[in-house]
C-alpha cells in the first residue's frame, strides 16, 4: 500500500475555523475522506484528478481535543504495468483548542520567606476573557528537592483531559485477498528493553551524606474562591531551609486549570555550632 501525505494548513485549530489540508497522493483516482475520534464524525468522497488536491472543512467543538483525517485512495481499473499500487492510504491530526474550558490560575507568594512563619499566598483563577471565577482550588507546597529526586511535574489536568487521543476507528479493506502478494514482510529486530530512564535521576542523588531537615510537603484543600475569582491562603512553615514548590489546581464544573511557582525559604544568618576536630 502506497501512502498518502496529509498536511493541515495549521498545527492547531479552534472551534468554528476553517482546515484546510493538503492531500498528496501518488496517483490520481477516488477517495475516501474521513474525520474520526472514537467514531466516524464526518466522511465525503473526493476526487484527486490530479496528484493534490485541498480539502476544506468546518471545525466543530465536538472535534475537540483533536481528530484524525484519514484518506484511503483507490486508483481507476485498467491502469498500466505490473506490480501497480490501487491503494494508498493516509492520515494526519487535526488538533483543536477549548479555551473555554480552560482556568488561569495565578499564585502570588512572597520570593523569599523566614522559616516557622506563615506563608500567605493569594491564588487567583480566571477564564479566557480574564473574568473572575467561582472555582474550588487545591494548594501544595512541596520541598522541590523531593520534585527533582522523583522527577515530579506540575499536575495539570487541562493538559490531561484534552491530550491528543488515538483513532478508534480500524480501516479495513479486501485489496490483501484479491490483488497479487508484493510480499515485503516488515523488518526489523525485537524492541530493545527500556529501564534507563533512572540513570537521569541518580545524577541528582549526592553520594555524600549530610544533615537536613525533614522533608517538607503541605496540602490545603477545599479553597475557594470569591465572585471576584481571588482566595487567600496561610501554610504554617515548619523549620526548613531550601525551596518550596506551589502547585495550585482549580476546577468549577466544566473547567481546569493549573499553576506552579518557587518559593525560597531561609533565615537572613544560620549558626551551626561543632565540636572541634582535636
Not at 477549548?98 to 507568594?109: D, N, T
Not at 500567605?120 to 473574568?131: G, R, S
Not at 482550588?137 to 506540575?154: N, P
Request: with cysteine.
Amino acid at each position: 500500500i502506497d501512502v498518502v501525505q496529509l498536511t493541515p494548513d495549521k498545527p492547531r485549530y479552534s472551534a468554528g475555523e476553517k482546515a484546510a489540508v493538503v492531500v498528496q497522493a501518488p496517483f490520481a483516482g477516488k477517495a475516501l475522506l474521513t474525520l474520526e475520534s472514537d467514531r466516524v464524525l464526518h466522511r465525503e468522497i473526493i476526487v484527486l484528478t490530479n496528484n493534490t488536491v485541498t480539502w476544506r472543512g468546518a471545525i466543530l467543538p465536538e472535534y475537540s481535543p483533536n481528530v484524525h483525517c484519514t484518506v484511503s485512495l483507490i486508483r481507476p481499473p485498467g491502469a498500466p504495468g505490473e506490480g501497480t499500487r490501487y491503494r494508498a492510504a493516509g492520515r494526519a491530526i487535526l488538533a483543536v483548542d477549548r479555551p473555554e474550558r480552560q482556568l488561569h490560575v495565578s499564585i502570588a507568594a512572597p520570593a523569599t520567606n523566614s522559616p516557622r512563619r506563615k506563608l500567605d499566598v493569594l491564588l487567583t483563577v480566571t477564564d479566557a476573557a480574564t473574568n473572575g471565577v467561582a472555582a474550588e482550588l487545591v494548594l501544595a507546597a512541596v520541598d522541590e528537592g523531593i520534585c527533582m529526586l522523583t522527577d515530579f511535574q506540575a499536575p495539570d489536568p487541562h493538559a490531561w483531559f484534552f491530550a491528543p487521543r488515538r483513532p478508534g476507528v480500524l480501516q479495513y479493506d479486501l485489496y490483501g485477498s484479491i490483488m497479487p502478494d508484493y510480499g515485503g514482510n516488515a523488518r526489523g529486530g525485537a524492541s530493545a528493553p527500556g529501564g534507563d530512564a533512572s540513570e537521569s535521576l541518580d545524577r541528582r542523588l549526592n553520594p555524600v551524606q549530610a544533615k537536613r531537615f525533614k522533608p517538607v510537603a503541605l496540602w490545603a484543600t477545599g479553597i475557594k474562591t470569591d465572585a471576584h475569582g481571588k482566595a487567600s491562603v496561610s501554610l504554617d512553615l515548619p523549620e526548613f531551609s531550601g525551596s518550596l514548590r506551589l502547585m495550585a489546581v482549580a476546577l468549577d464544573s466544566l473547567r481546569f486549570g493549573s499553576a506552579a511557582r518557587q518559593v525560597a525559604v531561609k533565615r537572613p544568618l544560620v549558626v551551626q555550632s561543632s565540636f572541634p576536630r582535636i
